[in-house]
C-alpha cells in the first residue's frame, strides 16, 4: 500500500499522517491547523523513507523553518519526536520558560 522509496506521500498517507498528528502543526507550540504539508523526519534526500514513522505534519511556515535550519526534529513519529531550536535547545523544555512562545512569535514573523 505505501512505498517508502517515492518521495512523495501517498494520498492514502497523507491523509493517515494528518489524522494521526489532529490535523494540525507538529511544532510544540505552534497553533497552526492551515497550509499543512507533510514532511520526511529524516529528509528523503538522505535516505529518510516515506512511510508513516519518518512523516508528521507541520505547517507551511515551520515547515520552512526545518528547511532553513532554526527548528530540528529528529526521531520516530508520533511519540518519539525531540524539538530543538538552531542552538540545540529542546522546545518541550523550553515551553515552561515562556522562551517558546517568544521563539514561535519570531519565527512566525519573517
Not at 523513507?49 to 511556515?61: A, D, G, K, Y
Not at 513519529?77 to 531550536?85: F, G, I, K
Request: net charge positive; glycine share 8%; with cysteine.
Amino acid at each position: 500500500r505505501f512505498n517508502p522509496s517515492t518521495r512523495q506521500a501517498t494520498p492514502a498517507q497523507r491523509r493517515a499522517v494528518l489524522r494521526r498528528d489532529g490535523y494540525r502543526c507538529s511544532c510544540p507550540g505552534c497553533p497552526n491547523r492551515l497550509w499543512l504539508d507533510v514532511h520526511h523526519v529524516v529528509f528523503y534526500c538522505r535516505g529518510g523513507p516515506t512511510v508513516p514513522e519518518n512523516l508528521i505534519v507541520v505547517c507551511s511556515r515551520c515547515h520552512k523553518n526545518i528547511h532553513k535550519g532554526i527548528l530540528r526534529v529528529s526521531g520516530v513519529a508520533p511519540h518519539a519526536l525531540v524539538w530543538r531550536d538552531r542552538r540545540g535547545r529542546e522546545l518541550e523544555r523550553l515551553r515552561d520558560s515562556g522562551v517558546l512562545k517568544w521563539l514561535v512569535d519570531w519565527a512566525q514573523a519573517g
